[in-house]
């Protein structure tokens, strides 16, 4: 028996090797990790029971390859918690790259990273499925004609960026810090969870996920809002803050806290209506700030660069300036009406705020290094 570990959905922009894993795009064209019969077999034996929209065969996908393993070589237990553990830190480096109101392009979802460990016979035009169940596991042997997987209609299929030194970050972190693992692995599982765009989990789920994905990650052991809010606000600093005072959307909420930042008072709203709909409170009688698709834009926007700084602490990742400029715009997209729809389909609140704050700093970067330089001289 064969195994082959893939992604059948996910479309990456070319190979790249992180060490003990190397993602191969596999196509028509002849990767060169992939000899002819290799690539005759893969076709053959497994990516023709994968479907697109149109019902035909895929024409792309990622493969996965590890080092010092030969391709159909057996995965054992070790290996294949491995694996599926790397398609969670695959999944989270690439929608912490995702670009929200855009035309389509640059947006994925966590469903975009489904992964498959196939089993297959090289001379038997069939797979094997073995499938969990609470009370063990069971396999079965399905026949070439039966087998077939069609691509779920949540999934984008486009092709997907990566941030590669985010995974890199987190495969070494997985590698070194075992105990922090644990718990950063958790928190990566609960917020792709909230991020499969699929319609059978609804906006009250993900908000649930979504918080657990922030308590897990900064250790809450409480479960109090103090605690959660101490933590973040200990980790998440920004140079640029709001005006609590001059906040438009504090003004119009009828907010009456004593919170200094608005981020604050953002997750303090974003905890308390999780807590509503954890205990089973679907219509809140408490002034709203935020809405629920607010918050989950806004915590799946923050979540990942919350997670950056913290690595970056541990040594383990470099901030960029890219990485500075959106932890620092962070507190102007809470203020804005996000969702509001522009006359103009660029013009986006969400676009304008992100464009504007890295166009007005990279002016600034550019003067200091110009200032810089002629001290020098």
């Not at 190397?22 to 290799?38: A, G, M, Q, V």
């Not at 389509?104 to 094997?128: E, H, L, P």
């Not at 590669?164 to 105990?179: G, T, V």
Request: net charge neutral; aromatic share 14%; proline share 2%.
């Amino acid at each position: 028996m064969s195994m082959i570990a893939f992604f059948p959905w996910l479309k990456i922009k070319s190979n790249f090797d992180l060490g003990d894993i190397t993602l191969i795009t596999f196509n028509d064209s002849k990767p060169h990790e992939i000899t002819e019969s290799e690539k005759r077999i893969i076709n053959e034996r497994v990516i023709k029971h994968y479907l697109d929209r149109s019902n035909n065969p895929i024409d792309k996908c990622t493969i996965v390859l590890q080092k010092d393993k030969k391709i159909f070589e057996d995965f054992n237990e070790d290996e294949r918690e491995f694996l599926f553990s790397f398609a969670e830190i695959l999944a989270f480096s690439g929608l912490s790259k995702r670009e929200f109101f855009g035309f389509g392009f640059g947006y994925c979802n966590r469903d975009d990273f489904n992964f498959v460990i196939q089993s297959f016979a090289k001379d038997s035009d069939g797979v094997t499925m073995v499938t969990r169940r609470r009370d063990g596991s069971t396999k079965s042997f399905v026949s070439s004609d039966a087998y077939k997987i069609t691509m779920p209609f949540n999934i984008t299929s486009n092709e997907v960026e990566i941030d590669i030194n985010l995974a890199q970050a987190l495969l070494q972190i997985q590698r070194k810090s075992p105990d922090i693992w644990f718990r950063f692995s958790d928190a990566l599982f609960f917020f792709n969870r909230a991020n499969t765009d699929s319609n059978q989990i609804t906006e009250h789920q993900e908000i649930v996920m979504t918080i657990s994905a922030f308590e897990r990650f900064l250790d809450c052991r409480s479960g109090s809002e103090k605690e959660l809010i101490e933590k973040f606000l200990e980790v998440f600093t920004t140079e640029d803050s709001l005006d609590v005072s001059q906040s438009k959307r504090i003004s119009n909420s009828g907010y009456k806290g004593n919170a200094k930042t608005l981020k604050e008072i953002w997750l303090r709203d974003f905890f308390r209506m999780r807590g509503e709909y954890a205990h089973g409170k679907r219509l809140s009688k408490r002034p709203i700030i935020w809405l629920p698709h607010e918050h989950l834009l806004l915590g799946s926007y923050v979540f990942p660069l919350l997670f950056k700084i913290l690595l970056s602490k541990y040594g383990f990742y470099k901030l960029a300036e890219d990485d500075i400029d959106d932890i620092n715009l962070f507190e102007q997209l809470t203020d804005a009406d996000i969702f509001k729809k522009p006359k103009d389909s660029k013009s986006w609140e969400w676009n304008i705020i992100r464009s504007d704050y890295k166009f007005s700093k990279s002016i600034e970067r550019a003067y200091r290094k110009a200032e810089r330089d002629f001290k020098k001289a």
